[in-house]
């Protein structure tokens, strides 16, 4: 059992930056791939980030692209998204995820744990 808990979320202004952090509990962290999702109101869960077990190949979504950068300290067992230019329509609770090693995915439905989400409200 691996329990993820997300911090760092918040209100920022549009160009904004944040930097969200996940820690997981577990001693197998190193060999998770990682990944953010985010919800927006009314909106399915959709895919931002992800990041491979052994830090070799990250994943984007065209949205966020050149924008958020994943990264992970194994020796923290914590991921992290760094998000700058926020825009309004960044806004979303986002959620940490794991997946056992293997190819990177952007489906939900491909991680077996999560967090409990963290709250990120951008305004104009």
């Known amino acids: 059992q691996v329990q993820l808990v997300e911090s760092g979320g918040g209100l920022v202004q549009a160009g904004g930056s944040l930097r969200l952090s996940c820690a997981a509990s577990t001693r197998t962290f190193s060999l998770y791939n990682m990944a953010w999702f985010r919800q927006a109101p009314g909106k399915e869960r959709e895919f931002v980030t992800a990041?491979?077990?052994?830090?070799?190949?990250?994943k984007y979504a065209d949205s966020v692209k050149g924008r958020f950068t994943i990264s992970r300290d194994n020796a923290k067992d914590t991921v992290y998204l760094q998000m700058n230019s926020l825009k309004p329509e960044d806004t979303a609770v986002y959620y940490c995820?794991?997946?056992?090693?293997?190819?990177?995915?952007?489906?939900?439905?491909?991680?077996?744990?999560w967090g409990q989400g963290t709250q990120v409200t951008v305004s104009s």
């Open positions: 995820a794991a997946d056992w090693k293997g190819p990177l995915r952007v489906g939900t439905a491909s991680y077996d744990y």
């Open positions: 990041i491979r077990w052994n830090d070799d190949f990250t």
